[in-house]
Nanobody, 130 residues
Framework: QVQLVESGGGLVQAGASLRLSCAAS????????MGWFRQAPGNERELVAA????????LYADSVKGRFTISRDNAKNTMYLQMNNLKPEDTAVYYC???????????????????????WGQGTQVTVSS
């Protein structure tokens, strides 16, 4: 079982930047795909960005393309979400996630479901004021 702990959320004004971090323990860090999801009040949890095990494949929600970047540092067992030019509609609780050990990367599954997720972080609040 992988344990995930997010940090880096906060309250910022529109146009600002934040970097979320997700520290992982309990499994060899480089051996899984990972992603960031978000959930705003009254909305379903949605994928923001995802990165395959090899790093060769990345996915972004259309709403964050060009503004957000997902990355990982295997030496630090940490993944990141750099968020630039934040907008009020980015306000949500952000969750990091890693895949089930048996999962084989499938972009459609990753983009449209949460069935590939094996572990979730506890979430960190991001609030963007206008």
């Amino acid at each position: 079982q992988v344990q995930l702990v997010e940090s880096g959320g906060g309250l910022v004004q529109a146009g600002a930047s934040l970097r979320l971090s997700c520290a992982a323990s309990g499994r060899t860090f480089g051996n899984y795909a990972m992603g960031w999801f978000r959930q705003a009040p009254g909305n379903e949890r949605e994928l923001v960005a995802a990165l395959s095990r090899s790093g060769a494949d990345t996915l972004y929600a259309d709403s964050v393309k060009g503004r957000f970047t997902i990355s990982r540092d295997n030496a630090k067992n940490t993944m990141y979400l750099q968020m630039n030019n934040l907008k009020p509609e980015d306000t949500a609780v952000y969750y990091c996630a890693v895949d089930r050990q048996s999962f084989r990367w499938n972009s459609l599954v990753v983009r449209t479901t949460t069935s590939w997720v094996g572990s979730w972080g506890q979430g960190t609040q991001v609030t963007v004021s206008s």
